[in-house]
């Protein structure tokens, strides 16, 4: 019986640092030319690799998506649920969701555009359940911080919370369609001017 040879030396895991370089630039390409019409070859070119080269990191296209994906979403549910958690009143609760939103755009800026043009085609497969349930619950975050506020008389009496939800959500979140780190303001700025605009709107005058 032949001898095996046990000094032979295991095929060494790439480093993680490459990994996430792999992940950065496949966002960036998902989010420019969309999930379906992404291609692993596309990836990899923008990646300066060969496409065989990139399966030794990711089994698929889907895997790589799922893992922008759920980063993006784990840290924005950290920094949400501590902010819910804090228990501060109705205004500084959505001045504060607001500003952690925008900082998630600063990070993520193409996560979050994948996100909003990909969701409800990604739901429509098993591995992207979790979109749905993310979706559930960031309604109901908002939704139960505006209510708190009418119920206070922080915010107006009349106030439609489900529109005014919808236009918080929409208003904030498109702004990853413009908006680039490093620009001339920060994302803490942009949620000051964005929330006096806002917030004017639907507080109780005195």
Known sequence: MPKV?????????????????????????????GYNATTVRRIADEAGMLAGSLYYHFD????????ILTTFLDELWERYDAVLAAGSGPRETIEALVTESFREIDRHRAAVAIYQKESKHLQS???????????????????????RGV???????????????RFVRDTVWVAASWYRPGGQHS?????????SMVLEGIAVRT
């Not at 206070?152 to 529109?163: E, G, I, M, P």
Request: aromatic residues 10%; proline residues 7%.
């Open 5 to 33: 040879n046990s000094s032979k030396k295991k095929a060494t895991p790439p480093p993680p640092e490459r990994r996430q370089e792999i992940l950065a630039t496949a966002a960036e390409v998902f989010a420019a030319q």
């Open 125 to 147: 497969l098993p591995r992207f359940a979790y979109l749905a349930d993310s979706q559930q619950k960031f309604e109901h975050a908002w939704l139960g911080t505006l209510e």
């Open 187 to 195: 994302p803490e700025e942009i949620a000051r001017q964005y929330l």
């Open 60 to 67: 698929s296209k889907e895997s790589m998506v799922d893992e």
């Open 151 to 165: 119920a206070t008389h922080t915010f107006r009496a009349d106030l439609d919370v489900r529109l005014t939800y």
